[in-house]
């Protein structure tokens, strides 16, 4: 008897996904951002909500922390989404959920300074 013969088809074997992708769900999970003129933010959540946030006055505050560095609407243009939160460079984030609920009551948000 001689050696069986060992062949391979890639497509018969390829991998499947077996961890399906991860998907926001929570109500609170932000979907889409745009800064608009004035230190402001266009958002739309998971669940269709959308609405404004004024963040002037946080970023202007003289205890902006962090967020003095948006000051610069260069810097505050960069922003972007990084797992359902509003984020810019260096980790600055507002908190999503807290967005969410105020305007869901009152269409805007204006984070305390």
Not at 4 to 19: F, R
Not at 73 to 97: E, K, N, R, S, Y
Request: proline share 8%; glycine share 8%.
């Amino acid at each position: 008897m001689g050696a069986m013969p060992v062949t391979s088809d890639a497509q018969d074997h390829s991998t499947v996904e077996i961890v399906p992708g991860i998907r926001p769900v929570a109500p609170w999970r932000v979907v889409s951002v745009d800064a608009l003129e004035g230190f402001r933010l266009k958002v739309r959540f998971v669940d269709g909500l959308e609405g404004l946030v004024h963040m002037k006055d946080l970023i202007r505050s003289n205890r902006a922390g962090v967020f003095a560095s948006l000051r610069d609407p260069a810097v505050f243009a960069q922003v972007h989404l990084a797992m359902g939160a509003v984020t810019w460079p260096g980790g600055i984030d507002v908190a999503p959920d807290a967005m969410h609920d105020e305007i869901e009551r009152h269409g805007e948000w204006t984070p305390a300074p």
